[in-house]
């Protein structure tokens, strides 16, 4: 039987200045603390609220020792570049969408621009768009063709930045986010593609604690990362070492907080429209060009400086879909790569071994035992799982549905 979890209070706590005191505000029981040290996220713990001081210091050291201590950005060069930031939407939440423009607008990088792209053009958008456009960075743009993928390729196409950021419609960017990306970029002259971590904004609904159970780039602690695909093989090597699938995409970084080198974005072929939201493959398309970048040859590089802040998921239905969503779009990617380039199938006929071992650790250790306990819903597990295996066949379907839609866009000549 589930337990339905109780709000968590989500604090952010600079590690060089004195700790704040984890109230509960009479409703937190819990809270979960995103540890900074000089603005850097350096690692997350999960406290119980009223914990003492001492305790408190304890606890935040064990976690943190041993962790890289990266120094704040810096200056970039005396022409820093332009950083075009593309932000796909459907418009059904425009107040998320005004604020995360907002905060976009206050970011302390000297040149950059902001792509809002409406993915279901309605003239009922009208007063939206000339609220958007009245900020002189903003440029609204159409994509009639329906899909995320579709849209975020229209806005690399207006896209005039050196660098290309893809975020989403439901992000808070702290004002040195743009600048972490850029001194992320020119201090590897190297990386093709820098991403960070996603924090979540806030933990008030069971939707969105277990959107934050289900996994992706959620460490404990969060260190500098470079990927890079070792020549001839179907494996990444990290910096630190470390030899990963190059199909273990969950370990490159989240959708809302990915930034390319412009040129390399559009060498790649950008995103593929058969995969993403709005379309039968659901999703999909994030890792599929990460993975692409680096069967390229790129580098990638995870940065802790370069977070944001992400509003999860709030309502169960829709948590319910997401879920069935992600396992979908996982191997509907996969599907995808090997029909986009043969060579993937021997690389997946490689991976498969491992994959079955690594579903198993992941659907038959703490998520089952989060399952068995109660923590985390057995529904959304199973509906991941039933995603996973509707994936190969949602994206033929998905290709057939892109073009029919491409079709009826297209003028007849």
Same mark, same amino acid.
């Given at each position: 039987?589930?337990? *339905?979890?109780? %709000?968590?209070?989500?604090?952010?706590?600079?590690?060089?200045?004195?700790?704040?005191?984890?109230?509960?505000?009479?409703?937190?029981?819990?809270?979960?603390?995103?540890?900074?040290?000089?603005?850097?996220?350096?690692?997350?713990? *999960?406290?119980?609220?009223?914990?003492?001081?001492?305790?408190?210091?304890?606890?935040?050291?064990?976690?943190?020792?041993?962790?890289?201590?990266?120094?704040?950005?810096? %200056?970039?060069?005396?022409?820093?570049?332009?950083?075009?930031? $593309?932000? %796909?939407?459907?418009?059904?939440?425009?107040?998320?969408?005004?604020?995360?423009?907002?905060?976009?607008?206050?970011?302390?990088?000297?040149?950059?621009?902001?792509?809002?792209?409406?993915?279901?053009?309605?003239?009922?958008?009208?007063?939206?768009?000339?609220?958007?456009?009245?900020?002189?960075?903003?440029?609204?743009?159409?994509?009639?063709?329906?899909?995320?993928?579709?849209?975020?390729?229209?806005?690399?196409?207006?896209?005039?930045?050196?660098?290309?950021?893809?975020?989403?419609?439901?992000?808070?960017?702290?004002?040195?986010?743009?600048?972490?990306?850029?001194?992320?970029?020119?201090?590897?002259?190297?990386?093709?593609?820098?991403?960070?971590?996603?924090?979540?904004?806030?933990?008030?609904?069971?939707?969105?604690?277990?959107?934050?159970?289900?996994?992706?780039?959620?460490?404990? $602690?969060?260190?500098?990362?470079?990927? /890079?695909?070792?020549?001839?093989?179907?494996? $990444?090597?990290?910096?630190?070492?470390?030899?990963?699938?190059?199909?273990?995409?969950?370990?490159?970084?989240?959708? #809302?907080?990915?930034?390319?080198?412009?040129?390399?974005?559009?060498?790649?072929?950008?995103?593929?429209?058969?995969?993403?939201?709005?379309?039968?493959?659901?999703?999909?398309?994030?890792?599929?060009?990460?993975?692409?970048?680096?069967?390229?040859?790129? *580098?990638?590089?995870?940065?802790?400086?370069?977070?944001?802040?992400?509003?999860?998921?709030?309502?169960?239905?829709?948590?319910?879909?997401?879920?069935?969503?992600?396992?979908?779009?996982?191997?509907?990617?996969?599907?995808?790569?090997?029909?986009?380039?043969?060579?993937?199938?021997?690389?997946?006929?490689?991976?498969?071994?491992?994959?079955?071992?690594?579903?198993?650790?992941?659907?038959?250790?703490?998520? /089952?035992?989060?399952? *068995?306990?109660?923590?985390?819903?057995?529904?959304?597990?199973?509906?991941?799982?039933?995603?996973?295996?509707?994936? %190969?066949?949602?994206?033929?379907?998905?290709?057939?549905?892109?073009?029919?839609?491409?079709?009826?866009?297209? #003028?007849?000549?």
């Amino acid at each position: 039987m589930n337990t *339905t979890p109780g %709000p968590v209070r989500v604090l952010l706590v600079e590690l060089t200045a004195p700790l704040p005191p984890v109230d509960s505000l009479d409703r937190y029981d819990s809270a979960l603390l995103l540890l900074f040290r000089r603005g850097v996220p350096v690692g997350r713990l *999960t406290v119980p609220c009223g914990i003492e001081a001492d305790e408190l210091r304890t606890r935040i050291d064990e976690v943190t020792a041993g962790v890289e201590v990266l120094p704040p950005p810096g %200056p970039v060069a005396a022409d820093p570049p332009l950083i075009s930031v $593309v932000i %796909p939407s459907v418009f059904e939440r425009p107040d998320l969408l005004l604020a995360t423009v907002e905060s976009m607008l206050k970011q302390d990088h000297p040149r950059f621009e902001v792509v809002v792209v409406d993915n279901r053009p309605s003239p009922a958008h009208r007063d939206l768009i000339a609220q958007l456009e009245s900020f002189p960075q903003v440029t609204v743009v159409e994509q009639p063709l329906r899909g995320k993928s579709a849209a975020c390729n229209r806005g690399i196409a207006a896209a005039r930045g050196d660098i290309v950021t893809m975020t989403d419609d439901d992000v808070e960017a702290a004002p040195g986010w743009l600048s972490a990306i850029a001194y992320a970029f020119a201090a590897d002259p190297g990386a093709a593609c820098v991403t960070g971590p996603l924090l979540p904004r806030e933990l008030e609904t069971p939707a969105q604690l277990w959107f934050e159970r289900a996994g992706g780039v959620a460490a404990p $602690v969060y260190r500098r990362v470079a990927f /890079r695909r070792r020549p001839g093989t179907f494996l $990444v090597t990290t910096s630190g070492g470390d030899v990963r699938s190059l199909y273990q995409s969950g370990h490159f970084g989240d959708g #809302p907080n990915m930034s390319f080198r412009a040129d390399v974005l559009r060498a790649i072929g950008g995103f593929d429209t058969v995969l993403g939201t709005g379309t039968p493959a659901l999703a999909g398309e994030d890792p599929d060009i990460l993975v692409r970048l680096l069967f390229a040859g790129h *580098t990638l590089v995870f940065d802790p400086r370069v977070y944001i802040l992400h509003t999860h998921v709030g309502e169960y239905d829709e948590l319910r879909g997401r879920m069935f969503g992600y396992g979908c779009g996982y191997t509907a990617m996969l599907t995808g790569l090997a029909f986009g380039d043969p060579r993937h199938v021997l690389g997946l006929a490689a991976f498969g071994l491992r994959a079955v071992g690594l579903l198993l650790r992941k659907f038959g250790g703490a998520r /089952r035992e989060a399952v *068995t306990t109660g923590e985390f819903p057995r529904e959304l597990s199973r509906l991941e799982l039933r995603g996973l295996i509707a994936g %190969p066949w949602r994206y033929l379907r998905s290709r057939r549905t892109v073009r029919r839609w491409t079709r009826a866009l297209t #003028p007849p000549a």
